[in-house]
């Protein structure tokens, strides 16, 4: 059974404070992993994607990936209250299947 | 450009009743799959469509099905409904297959009463 583990929070952050997700899978043959970003009633948004070890970097959001250690983690800088919202991390287990975690609700406050 | 287009929004139907959804992809876009999204099973894989055939299943019952057309527009059909088929049926669409960006549609609501 291929998992994808998050701690479900919520995590509380003061606004402007660096935002630290975290994810864990068990499928070692992953090659591609994302994290969405649902807000309460919508559907899930794609944020970062992230296919090999090391981080990347799209304006406030750096994902990370550490094959080996078999996490991935989604950092947030200078968070707003908009980011509150529960942030899912996903793993391609092979042509398309996501799996997800079952997310992480974010909660930043002013 | 336009999104991921789901159809209909909402949908109330009966216990035993069968319902069709649709989903039209981004423009270009070849891979449609279907997920079922509970609060209490979470983001769940049903299966995924490429070039008109099904290429990939999740563990569902045989009544959830679904089809591709060649304009890549997908449908899915669950028949026999049952109460715990209530859920937010999500569409997303990728490019290709394999190690590509997914991005959703907005999602059927449906319940089931």
């Known amino acids: 059974q291929k998992e994808v583990e998050q701690n479900s929070g919520p995590l509380s952050v003061p606004e402007g404070a660096i935002a630290s997700l975290n994810c864990t899978y068990s499928d070692r043959g992953s090659q591609s992993f994302f994290w969405y970003r649902q807000y309460s009633g919508k559907s899930p948004e794609l944020i970062m994607s992230?296919?090999?070890?090391g981080d990347k970097e799209d304006g406030r959001f750096t994902a990370q990936l550490n094959k080996a250690s078999q996490y991935v983690s989604l950092l947030i800088r200078d968070s707003q209250p908009s980011d509150s919202a529960t942030y899912l991390c996903?793993?391609?287990?092979?042509?398309?299947?996501?799996?997800f975690g079952t997310g992480t609700r974010l909660l930043v406050s002013p | 450009k336009a999104g991921v287009t789901q159809t209909p929004r909402y949908l109330i139907k009966t216990r035993g009743q069968q319902v069709t959804l649709s989903c039209s992809p981004i423009?270009?876009?070849?891979?449609v799959s279907w997920y079922q999204q509970t609060p209490g099973q979470g983001l769940q894989f049903l299966f995924e469509?490429?070039?008109?055939?099904?290429?990939n299943k999740g563990n569902f019952p045989g009544r959830f099905s679904g089809r591709q057309f060649s304009n890549s527009r997908s449908e899915m059909n669950v028949s026999t409904l049952e109460l715990g088929d209530s859920a937010l049926y999500l569409c997303?669409?990728?490019?290709?297959?394999?190690?590509?960006?997914?991005?959703f549609g907005q999602g059927t609501r449906l319940t089931v009463v």
């Open positions: 423009s270009g876009h070849r891979s």
């Open positions: 469509y490429f070039s008109e055939t099904q290429r």
């Open positions: 992230i296919y090999s070890n």
């Open positions: 996903a793993e391609d287990t092979g042509f398309q299947k996501l799996v």
């Open positions: 997303a669409s990728s490019l290709t297959r394999g190690n590509t960006e997914a991005f």
